[in-house]
Nanobody
Framework: QVQLVESGGGLVQAGGSLRLSCAAS????????MGWYRQAPGKQRELVAN???????FYADSVEGRFTISRDNAKNTVDLQMNSLKPEDTAVYHC???????????????WGQGTQVTVSS
């Protein structure tokens, strides 16, 4: 069993900042990529940013230059620093981790329960 617990969502005015955190726990041998996705009402879930175990990052065009993803491999945590927030960033943000339970296992994708981010204009 692997659990992902997110924290840090909330309500903020446009131009403000929020920091999301996600901690993975349970039967973990290693984690490949960790990332953040978001889903706004009536829209599909989309990748916001991810980071692999070596620190290589990817950002969606819509957040490039405003959001920064980071992780602590020793603690199995991933953070998303969100600056210059816009109303269109409003969504439920979900943490994702690609987990191997053992050295010989395949990768399993795990999701957090989601945290609401609301940006008012």
């Amino acid at each position: 069993q692997v659990q992902l617990v997110e924290s840090g969502g909330g309500l903020v005015q446009a131009g403000g900042s929020l920091r999301l955190s996600c901690a993975a726990s349970g039967s973990i041998f290693s984690i490949n990529a960790m990332g953040w996705y978001r889903q706004a009402p009536g829209k599909q879930r989309e990748l916001v940013a991810n980071i692999n175990s070596g620190g290589r990052t990817f950002y969606a065009d819509s957040v490039e230059g405003r959001f920064t993803i980071s992780r602590d491999n020793a603690k199995n945590t991933v953070d998303l620093q969100m600056n210059s927030l816009k109303p269109e960033d409003t969504a439920v943000y979900h943490c994702n981790a690609e987990v191997m339970y053992t050295r010989w296992d395949r990768i399993y994708s795990h999701w957090g329960q989601g945290t609401q981010v609301t940006v008012s204009s």
